[in-house]
């Protein structure tokens, strides 16, 4: 089936934080109810839309063995000094594919008034796929990040029943200037309107608006603050879609 490819590249222009749990056994059964969560979600679009349903990819054991366990910690991703699960030597720090595809679900539903796309996150679970499996971070310089540049603490606050609470996190730090690359691979289906009325989206300008909430709302962990905010490039890899 043909696919329509985009290579993007993300830029850090703010501090990004790391997100997963540094405490092994909260990570395990977060990892088990999301992806439960996932295919569920996965499996009612994939009929509504009469496709096959992708499972999701991965094992609680791939991801749990990419931190090292610090407990009320948040931490990127890293694989140095490791072997990837297809016995590659490990990288560094980076992020799984579905963090990207989590990046662009939460940006294409913000934005579902402009861009028209109906239950758009549960298309994008059936129609995109980010590649590789493992998106590493590289300096400015292109190398890869081998390990966080610091460490941010903040006090968190939360209404309980027992009243207000407040609580210290700490997250790891990534300096602007750092960057990821991967390939977004859409199957060419999606459609903005329903029923009749539907018809196919220019999918280069819809990635082009999903990325662009980057440049203002940011990703990972603490994004509604602005951390994590990107600017972006993207470039076609399919040929007879070129776009500028």
Request: glycine share 8%.
């Amino acid at each position: 089936m043909d696919t329509i490819q985009f290579k993007v590249k993300q830029t850090f222009t703010t501090q990004a934080l790391g997100t997963a749990p540094a405490d092994k056994e909260v990570l395990k059964n977060f990892i088990a109810s999301k992806r439960a969560e996932a295919e569920e979600r996965r499996k009612k679009a994939a009929k509504r839309m009469g496709v096959p349903a992708i499972p999701v990819a991965g094992t609680e054991v791939e991801e749990i063995e990419t931190i090292s366990e610090e407990k009320g910690l948040t931490v990127f991703h890293s694989d140095l000094g490791k072997r990837t699960e297809t016995g590659e030597e490990g990288k560094g720090l980076f992020m799984f594919d579905y963090q990207i595809m989590g990046q662009w679900k939460e940006a294409a539903e913000i934005l579902a008034d402009i861009h028209g796309v109906k239950q758009v996150r549960s298309k994008l679970d059936n129609l995109l796929c980010v590649k590789p499996r493992r998106i590493y971070f590289h300096d400015a310089a292109g190398k890869h990040v081998e390990r966080a540049n610091d460490r941010l603490e903040r006090p968190l606050r939360a209404m309980t029943m027992q009243g207000p609470r407040v609580s210290l996190v700490s997250s790891e730090l990534l300096e602007p200037g750092c960057w990821i690359e991967y390939v977004a691979d859409f199957l060419p289906f999606l459609k903005a309107g329903s029923g009749k009325e539907a018809k196919k989206i220019d999918i280069f300008e819809f990635s082009k608006l999903v990325l662009s909430l980057g440049e203002r709302r940011g990703t990972l962990q603490w994004r509604n603050g602005g951390w994590g905010r990107f600017a972006y490039t993207i470039e076609s890899l399919s040929p007879g879609f070129e776009k500028k």
